[in-house]
């Protein structure tokens, strides 16, 4: 279909709270969106508008002429009082606009949507195009906002307040059926909680009898069978040589592994269980601190061939013992130990086991390439010290020589050549992509393996393969927090809000203090324009660690900058460390601060000196209106396979691009999935 260029009244629609909603009754996020669209989609149809796509829980649609997208907005209005907990904001602007293949692009759709983000609870706030259309109609009240400098939109916009005080033609009939479903709904649930109620009072005089007869039963083993939750401390090494830690840490991790593929145990992340290593804090603070009802700790003698292994199991609530055990044994016996282990922790919290092929499949190896691999990863989570890549690579390549068939390794050797190949070295992206797929070729069971040769495929612009191998990581490890904030990642950069949030979050839930989770959930909830729940998320990351990834650090500078916060942003560059993201945030402050000389010498350095950023410098020649010099950059960026592309189907400034042609063109070469 041609494109066509038209002035249009251009309205964009928001679920207020809808995001926080799925977090909390995913069902009832999506009855409100089934009526969203039950309530839209007529009216819209009646004030002669075009329905022109849904963005999660927004909507855009256009109109030929400004009172019938007023009209509608407040038709919609009115109609949302029949759902309860349906709230809207809507934004309106009237401009000339590009509709394409049954979109539309243009600074019209840009300006209705920030109007439509600033816009109050059931409200609706418009521009001046549209206020001086309708200011002398009597139907209509309006009130003046503010002037204010939008993002994107070269000239401050002046803001108005519209509504409608009589509307005759809203559709009676659509609200009076909304209301009446309501109505019975109501009915059935008070039918419901009565039925309810009734079943309580039973079960409470049927328990009674019950706990007569049963008394004898002991209150551990009661207790134990509450909320199945655990996290498992890191063991303690008890051996004479502190070299030996390696050990005991490896052995807490692979416990922790075993225990997530478990589907009825939720187990907390490697990340947020380490982090009370070597401190003495009250059990039951850190069971209160990690959101579990029990805790695993033990320790490690370790000599020679011969280890001695304590456990016990705990109840985080009072710290009572629930099961306790100690293990010797010939380094030969591991993981019968490990599998012993699981067994009488799921026994004890009366979760099913699956068989022991599908617990600890991928860890099975020879005992010595097992040794030579806890001490490669033991090497490879201290990666403050980038010689430490070497030094864990040996003993990989070690336990390789040893078991050639040792998926793990293999996973590890891809991580740690995808940390490598970061600076642009595409042998060591070679290397890793081979390590990824070899380990998946030999554990098919390894959500891990599956999403790391996803996040190699999604780096070769390949989304519909790494779309399939999130699926399928999901699909065999649903609870594992690496899978989960991974695929998180992923659902955002195809624009899938509500599944990334989600995912995001139950990563969080599962790993608190894991910086790459809540990185991503900033991420994610930036890209759905969620400032509010992404600043929250930037606060909690800071409390971890200084932010040193470059998509994250942007788009906290993006939200002080939309906040106009110019002192702060201008405070915050100097803590940069990566030179080139410094130079691209004095583009875009100085630029927004008005101070065109300082932005211009910025941007020169930038591409005079790091011409191997070249997603950067697009982003920064679309944020001062050099569009067609973006558009070079960013096919720059493509032929150099600029991992930093990958966000370019969801990043708002290149709204402004969407209607140059070879933007276009590069959109269908990336083909991100619909």
């Known amino acids: 279909m041609p494109s066509s260029r038209q002035l249009a009244a251009i309205m964009f629609t928001d679920i207020v709270g809808y995001t926080a909603l799925m977090g909390t009754d995913e069902k ?50 009115k109609a949302c009082e029949a759902v309860d907990g349906l709230k809207l904001r809507i934004g309106i602007h009237q401009g000339e606009v590009v509709f394409e293949n049954n979109d539309v692009f243009g600074d019209g ?48 916009v002046k803001i108005y307040e519209i509504k409608v005080e009589r509307i005759t033609d809203y559709h009676a009939d659509l609200i009076n059926d909304l209301k009446k479903r309501s109505a019975i709904t109501t009915a059935k649930k008070k039918k419901t909680i009565i039925t309810i109620v009734a079943f309580v009072i039973l079960g409470i005089l049927l328990s009674y009898f019950l706990f007569i007869n049963t008394q004898k039963e002991s209150a551990a083993a009661r207790d134990a069978t509450t909320e199945k939750s655990i996290a498992v401390l890191p ?30 145990l939720k187990v907390t992340g490697r990340t947020s ?62 993981f019968e130990v490990q599998d012993q282990i699981s067994i009488s922790v799921t026994n004890a919290l009366k979760v099913t086991l699956l068989s022991k092929d599908k617990l600890s ?32 690579m040996v003993w990989f390549k070690e336990a390789l020589k040893k078991d050639s068939s040792f998926s793990l390794a293999w996973t590890y050797i891809s991580m740690l050549y995808w940390r490598q190949s970061l600076s642009a070295n595409q042998a060591e992206f070679k290397e890793a992509k081979r390590a990824a797929l070899k380990a998946l070729e030999l554990d098919p069971s390894s959500g891990i393996a599956a999403v790391n040769v996803a996040e190699i495929l999604d780096n070769e612009f390949d989304f519909h393969g790494a779309l399939k191998k999130i699926e399928l990581a999901l699909k065999i490890e649903p609870d594992n927090p690496y899978v989960l904030r991974n695929a998180g990642r992923f659902f955002t950069l195809l624009g899938r809000k509500e599944e990334s949030i989600a995912l995001c979050k139950r990563s969080i839930q599962y790993d608190p203090i894991q910086r790459s989770a809540l990185g991503y959930y900033v991420l994610a909830n930036y890209y759905a324009g969620n400032y509010n729940e992404a600043i929250d998320a930037v606060k909690k990351y800071n409390e971890i660690a200084p932010m040193t990834f470059s998509p994250l650090t942007r788009a906290y500078f993006e939200m002080l900058l939309q906040s106009n916060n110019l002192e702060q942003a201008r405070k915050e560059v100097e803590n940069l460390t990566d030179p080139p993201l410094q130079l691209y945030e004095l583009v875009v402050i100085n630029a927004k601060g ?81």
């Open 235 to 264: 063991f303690v090494n008890m051996s004479n040589d502190p070299q030996q830690e390696y050990f005991s840490d490896g052995l807490s991790e692979e416990l922790i592994n075993m225990l997530t593929r478990i589907p009825d």
């Open 109 to 156: 759709v840009n300006i209705a949507s920030r109007l439509q983000a600033l816009a109050p609870i059931g409200g609706t706030w418009v521009s001046e195009s549209v206020y001086k259309n309708v200011a002398n109609k009597n139907e209509f009240v309006t009130e003046f906002i503010r002037e204010e400098n939008l993002k994107n939109v070269s000239d401050p």
């Open 594 to 674: 008005g101070n065109k000389k300082e932005s211009d010498r910025a941007l020169n350095q930038l591409t005079e000196k790091y011409t191997n950023w070249p997603y950067y410098i697009a982003l920064a020649y679309t944020y001062i209106g050099e569009f067609e010099k973006a558009v070079d950059w960013l096919e720059t960026a493509y032929m150099n396979k600029d991992n930093n592309l990958v966000y370019v189907n969801v990043e708002p400034l290149f709204i402004n691009l969407r209607t140059n042609s070879r933007f276009s063109k590069l959109m269908q070469q990336m083909n991100f999935p619909k």
């Open 273 to 334: 269980s380490f982090a009370f290593k070597g401190k003495t804090e009250d059990l039951r603070n850190i069971g209160k601190k990690l959101g579990v009802s029990f805790l695993l700790e033990g320790s490690v003698r370790k000599s020679g061939n011969k280890i001695r292994i304590t456990t016990q199991l705990i109840k985080a609530t009072d710290g009572t013992h629930i099961w306790s055990e100690t293990y010797n044994r010939e380094m030969n016996d591991i």
């Open 28 to 77: 009832k996020a999506f009855q409100l969106l089934k009526k969203n669209r039950e309530i839209q989609k007529p009216l819209i149809k009646h004030y002669d508008g075009t329905w022109i796509k849904e963005l999660g829980d927004g909507v855009l649609a256009s109109f030929h002429t400004v009172t019938n997208a007023v009209l509608c907005a407040a038709a919609i209005h």
């Open 361 to 392: 499949g991928q860890f099975r190896t020879k005992p010595e390439a097992y040794n030579d691999f806890l001490q490669g990863r033991y090497i490879y989570e201290s990666y403050n010290d980038p010689s430490n890549n070497e030094r864990a």
